[in-house]
């Protein structure tokens, strides 16, 4: 494993040892509402305070982009990209679907990543040019070729009222054709899955980096493709991403491509 990588794993086992520790205790935790349907609990932040100390202590130089800090040395020619809990809303309700998500980003490209779910206590791992792991076993992305029997991940635009019926029209076009569309509510988890063959592609509007930088390199290392909604790469700029194997990503994109001009910016 690489070094780095390695430092992420550890960080990400304590991020994870916190929130499973108080899981038993959610309804005394002290809930903030960032915006509409949008939460933080302590724990995010203790798991964040955790994982940017590990990394830290490891690589003083490194920089930082979390969800709840921000930006720490932005201009660092490392840049490590950290979601401490995502799946807030389903960890405050008791609903056992949630990950850290841990990311070094070199320059503009993303080197490594780790996605735990301490719950199943399944690690996912990445680096560039190595592929993909789960639990130490190679992942490869679905063989599923055609949308008809394709079982599917998405995300409602749950922070951005203007673009659900886009989605909607998207989700209908898409919908009908399948075996199931599943929103599950933990992005990281759903790109995860999508690496591992559990979900034959995955597509949302309206992401943060920290709900992707760690997925796209498992998707990728694992023989998978990753775009916008416009077949390019500004999925970090946009939000939206679909993301399969090459046949069934180009199937999604044509089925979303009627709907890309009423899709309204994050």
């Known amino acids: 494993m690489h070094p780095m990588l390695n430092i992420a794993v550890r960080a990400a086992r304590q991020a994870g040892d916190i929130i499973i520790r108080?899981?038993?205790?959610?309804?005394?935790?002290?809930?903030?509402?960032?915006?509409?349907?949008?939460?933080?609990?302590?724990?995010?932040?203790?798991?964040?305070?955790?994982?940017?100390n590990t990394l830290l202590t490891a690589y003083p130089e490194h920089g930082i982009l979390a969800e709840e800090s921000g930006y720490t040395n932005k201009d660092a020619e490392y840049l490590w990209i950290i979601d401490p809990l995502d799946g807030t809303t389903n960890y405050m309700h008791g609903f056992p679907h949630y990950a850290i998500s841990i990311a070094l980003k070199k320059g503009n490209i993303i080197e490594q990543a780790v996605i735990y779910d301490p719950v199943r206590q399944d690690l996912f791992t990445a680096t560039r040019g190595k592929g993909a792991t789960l639990n130490n076993r190679r992942l490869r992305v679905s063989r599923q070729r055609k949308l008809e029997g394709a079982f599917l991940g998405t995300g409602f635009p749950f922070k951005n009222n203007a673009n659900i019926e886009p989605y909607l029209d998207i989700f209908r076009d898409i919908f009908s054709s399948t075996s199931g569309v599943r929103r599950a509510g933990a992005a990281s988890?759903?790109?995860?899955?999508?690496?591992?063959?559990?979900?034959?592609?995955?597509?949302?509007?309206?992401?943060?980096?920290?709900?992707?930088?760690?997925?796209?390199?498992?998707?990728?290392?694992?023989?998978?493709?990753?775009?916008?909604?416009?077949?390019?790469?500004?999925?970090?700029?946009?939000?939206?991403?679909?993301?399969?194997?090459?046949?069934?990503?180009?199937?999604?994109?044509?089925?979303?491509?009627?709907?890309?001009?009423?899709?309204?910016?994050s």
């Open 22 to 52: 108080s899981a038993e205790s959610i309804d005394t935790l002290k809930i903030t509402i960032k915006s509409q349907n949008d939460f933080v609990t302590e724990i995010d932040k203790r798991a964040e305070e955790e994982i940017i």
């Open 189 to 265: 988890l759903d790109l995860a899955y999508a690496a591992a063959g559990k979900l034959d592609g995955f597509f949302e509007i309206g992401l943060k980096p920290w709900d992707l930088a760690a997925g796209l390199l498992l998707i990728q290392e694992a023989g998978g493709v990753v775009t916008d909604f416009t077949n390019d790469h500004e999925y970090f700029k946009s939000g939206n991403v679909v993301c399969a194997n090459p046949n069934m990503h180009r199937v999604l994109l044509e089925k979303i491509a009627p709907h890309v001009t009423k899709v309204n910016p």
